[in-house]
Nanobody, 129 residues
Framework: QLQLVESGGGLVQPGGSLRLSCAAS????????IGWFRQAPGKAREGVSC??????????ADPVKGRFTISSSRDNAKITVYLQMNNLKPEDTAVYYC????????????????????WGQGTQVTVSS
């Protein structure tokens, strides 16, 4: 059974850093794409970053380029995808979700929600002084 569990959210001051983790279990093959999305109050959910397990391709939305870094590690059937968030801004405040497309033949990924089949429950990130 495929499962995604996010962790690492919290309250941080502007300019600070957080690292989110997405623990993805049941992924026995590297034919996956895992993405991070966020949803601020009153706004639509938007793609932030994603990575392809088969190619190492990474995507970043313009508002986070140069500040966020996505990476991943594998331990048997469990994949952990990290989102290192630096120089956080108040506008980064949102619930952050990870999502997965699996299995997939795509060598790239995008911030389009329709590409993803599995979703986690989300973790709150609040950037405030």
């Amino acid at each position: 059974q495929l499962q995604l569990v996010e962790s690492g959210g919290g309250l941080v001051q502007p300019g600070g850093s957080l690292r989110l983790s997405c623990a993805a279990s049941g992924f026995t093959l590297d034919y996956y794409a895992i993405g991070w999305f966020r949803q601020a109050p009153g706004k639509a959910r938007e793609g932030v970053s994603c990575t392809s397990g088969s190619s190492g391709f990474a995507y970043y939305a313009d508002p986070v380029k140069g500040r966020f870094t996505i990476s991943s590690s594998r331990d048997n059937a469990k994949i952990t995808v990290y989102l290192q968030m630096n120089n956080l801004k108040p506008e980064d405040t949102a619930v952050y979700y990870c999502a997965a497309s699996y299995p997939t033949a795509r060598l790239s990924c995008s911030g389009s929600m329709g590409q993803y089949d599995y979703w986690g429950q989300g973790t709150q990130v609040t950037v405030s002084s």
